[in-house]
């Protein structure tokens, strides 16, 4: 049995056992108009979710680990390129989004990148895992039948220096010397294998769906780059200027191969020195970086305000660290959110916090930023969405202690359900001034 029959069996199965259904009124592809994120008919759609990222390395996750590692065993054991996916990594997917359909989850942030050397999408530039797009087409072909839409990130600052995807990787491809760390952000040539990294991204096929990544409305927006970093010149001046415009670059040729979706940073939403806003900036100092100072969040390249601001880049984002940040201040998540929901709103872009993780006291932070998102709801403020970072399934993971797992059974994971059903009836209401998209006839 050749892959499509296979991914054709698998799609139906999952569709058999699914119980979702699109909610009423999101259609097609969203969009940002007057601050709000809406559908092609000017339904509001607010970001409610999950991250979920693979880790070869972690053996209770093993559902994105195994899903890859199977396709990746059984394709290379096969000459004519025909393979399978282990039928129970395939339950353990579905299972994951027929949960998070049942939650009121709407969004997942993916990592497209991989892990390590073993479990990496590209290999080289222009050369590909295929294994690792078909886990990634799966996916997204599992979640868009649950009405679950992905973030997918693209780019990310913390991978392995050999891995594909990561700074380090694209300096070693470019012939960079890596002691020249932030040489990443202004090589001409690194920014030109991301661009034909991005066009062979978005040009792919899905071998369950047919579809283009480009042309598929499960796709809610793309990262450019996970938390970017200067760590060579973080005392220096010349950095956020240079991960401005590295953003305003790679978000604009995003935009130009890619003319359907969102595109967003990725940042973890530091206010730059001169911006005036620097106090609202973690007020702890840790530990890798007390040379830095009070400010060193200041420091490192992140410039929220300029770089949300690019015209290329639709929505803002942040991220929240309470402990890696060292900030024990209990108003932490109030003010982090409602300094970045200001300016964002100055901008008339909707404000999401796509990551945020907490270790002790880990209730009365989430309690805080889902509130904070409730009241922004209701009084039709630009935060628009919350992302947790991890979701452990009872079913499927073991443990929940760490503070990057929330486990189902735990109690701070009823604080996720209860926002959920909080925000539900915001989910769909027509935003004022928006102008719907006339729909698509058999002529065009």
């Not at 390129?81 to 339950?91: C, F, K, M, R, T």
């Not at 108003?331 to 982090?336: A, L, N, V």
């Not at 760490?402 to 486990?407: K, W």
């Not at 059974?409 to 539900?424: E, V, Y």
Request: charged letters at 20%.
């Amino acid at each position: 049995m050749r892959w499509g029959s296979l991914l054709t069996l698998a799609l139906a199965l999952a569709l058999a056992d699914s119980t979702a259904a699109a909610p009423p009124g999101l259609q097609g592809f969203i969009r940002v108009s007057n601050g709000s994120f809406v559908d092609e008919q000017c339904h509001e759609y607010l970001p409610f979710g999950w991250n979920r990222q693979e880790t070869p390395w972690s053996t209770p996750w093993t559902v994105w680990v195994n899903l890859n590692e199977e396709a990746a065993n059984a394709a290379s054991s096969l000459t004519d390129g025909e393979s399978a996916l282990d039928p129970s990594v395939q339950n353990n997917v579905v299972s994951l989004f027929q949960e998070a359909n049942t939650c009121g989850f709407n969004v997942i942030r993916l990592f497209a990148l991989g892990q390590d050397v073993n479990h990496q999408l590209q290999l080289a530039p222009g050369r590909y895992n295929e294994s690792y797009f078909r886990g990634i087409d799966f996916l997204l072909a599992v979640a868009g039948m649950h009405s679950v839409k992905a973030i997918v990130n693209t780019l990310d600052n913390w991978l392995d220096p050999e891995v594909g995807g990561g700074k380090n990787q694209y300096l070693a491809w470019a012939g960079i010397d890596p002691e020249y760390e932030d040489t990443f952000w202004t090589s001409k040539k690194v920014r030109d294998m991301i661009k034909d990294h991005y066009t062979v991204l978005v040009n792919r096929r899905n071998v369950f769906t047919g579809k283009l990544y480009k042309d598929d409305d499960t796709i809610l927006a793309w990262d450019i780059y996970n938390e970017p970093r200067c760590p060579a010149s973080q005392i220096g001046t010349g950095c956020p200027s240079a991960i401005t415009a590295f953003y305003r670059d790679l978000s604009a040729y995003m935009k130009h191969v890619d003319p359907n979706h969102l595109v967003t940073t990725g940042e973890e939403g530091f206010f730059e020195l001169s911006s005036g806003e620097a106090d609202a900036d973690p007020s702890g100092i840790p530990e890798n970086v007390l040379s830095a100072g009070r400010y060193w969040s200041a420091k490192i390249g992140q410039d929220f305000q300029a770089q949300c601001d690019l015209p290329s880049i639709d929505y803002c984002t942040i991220h929240m660290w309470p402990d890696n940040w060292e900030s024990t201040d209990p108003m932490f998540p109030h003010t982090w959110i409602e300094a970045h929901e200001a300016v964002s709103a100055a901008m008339g872009k909707p404000l999401v916090l796509e990551e945020f993780g907490k270790g002790k006291g880990k209730n009365v932070t989430y309690a805080a930023v889902y509130d904070t998102l409730q009241d922004s709801s209701l009084h039709n403020g630009s935060f628009k969405g919350v992302l947790f970072w991890r979701w452990g399934q009872d079913s499927v993971e073991g443990g929940g202690t760490d503070f990057n797992i929330v486990q189902t059974g735990d109690p701070t994971f009823q604080l996720i359900l209860n926002a959920s059903a909080h925000i539900k009836p915001f989910l769909g209401r027509s935003v004022p001034g928006c102008n719907p998209k006339p729909p698509v006839t058999a002529f065009g």
